[in-house]
């Protein structure tokens, strides 16, 4: 085995490893739904929005990306509409969530560094830009309308407002755009802010991963359940990225081919890993479904990408 092989499955390899200890745990009842509850609030409003301050921070950006931020932007809301008619897996309320979006954070930088190298990086970064805007501003706010009964636009808007996830976001991109990302990371204070930022961030890809494997119940049931979503969106974006990356990125804007592999990287991606962490504890069901298709989406998705890496040198 050559030390790309290695670098690569070393980078893969830990994501079934953090899911797998969860199934135990709450077979054997050392979780339970109370502290999982916990953990999900710990995650949503502290280290995910450490991620994403540090994310925008240091992702630099140029006017030409605007096209990439808003060309991602739109394939998730296309993918979003597509799964409200599209009759694929069973009738769930949460199956368009479960049609667009990508888990970026937990999954992607960590594939695309071991396949194209850390010094490429910035290329998905600049993807990223679009693809989190829709999430937080447009996914997760969906998500939790879905899980309550009213809301009324006043209550909608305060949230938005208050949001930690988007307060990081805004803030981020506010000190980036200012100049402040050198600031930030130098000297007594910013070294502080820094270390700490690694430290909430740190958390979030081992929680999330145990709460997964925590609701994972993948059955041969959950498998026949998970695999209509599976096998209609999988292939689905990977003809998007294909085609996308080689006539519009390639041909047509003549972008570096790093954004083509960074697009292909983002679509072959799995749901975002968050989607149970906004399912009401009654909807149990629901639950189950999401964490089905996360499980088995991430081993499809793995597989994709290094056929990707092997079919494209």
């Known amino acids: 085995m050559n030390t790309d092989s290695s670098a690569l499955i070393g980078s893969v390899a830990p994501i079934p490893v953090m899911i797998v200890p969860g199934v135990p745990l ?32 240091k992702t630099r950006f140029e006017p030409e990306h605007l096209w990439l931020v808003l060309l991602v932007f739109g394939l998730c809301v296309a993918l979003l509409t597509l799964g409200r008619v599209l009759p694929v897996g069973p009738p769930s ?32 970064g600049v993807l990223a830009l679009g693809h989190e805007v829709f999430i937080w501003f447009i996914f997760v706010s969906l998500l939790r309308a879905t ?6 636009p006043s209550a909608l808007l305060r949230e938005l407002a208050t949001s930690p996830t988007i307060i990081a976001i805004l803030a981020g991109l506010a000190a980036n755009f200012a100049g402040f990302g050198g600031v930030l990371s130098t000297g007594v204070v910013g070294g502080t802010l820094t270390t700490t930022l690694n430290y909430l961030a740190a958390v979030v890809v081992p929680l999330v991963l145990l709460i997964v494997g925590y609701g994972t119940r993948l059955t041969w049931r959950g498998v026949r359940q998970a695999l209509p979503l599976v096998a209609t969106r999988l292939p689905l974006a990977t003809a998007l990225a ?24 983002l679509l072959v991606l799995p749901p975002p890993f968050i989607v149970p962490l906004f399912i009401p504890a009654e909807r149990a069901e629901d639950a189950e479904y999401a964490n089905n ?3 088995l989406y991430s081993v499809a998705s793995v597989a994709a990408f290094v056929t990707y890496l092997v079919l494209a040198g």
């Open 26 to 57: 709450a077979r054997t009842c050392v979780l339970d739904d109370a502290p999982v509850a916990g953990l999900k609030r710990i995650i949503v409003n502290v280290a995910l929005p450490a991620v994403l301050f540090t994310t925008f921070l």
């Open 93 to 124: 309320r949460y199956r368009p969530f479960l049609f667009t979006g990508f888990e970026l954070g937990m999954m992607g930088f960590a594939l695309f560094a071991a396949g194209f190298g850390a010094d490429q990086l910035p290329a998905l």
């Open 147 to 152: 899980g309550e009964r009213k809301r009324t």
């Open 242 to 265: 294909l085609l996308l990356g080689r006539f519009v990125l390639s041909d047509w804007w003549g972008l570096d081919p790093i954004y083509a592999k960074a697009l292909f990287t």
């Open 293 to 295: 298709v996360l499980s």
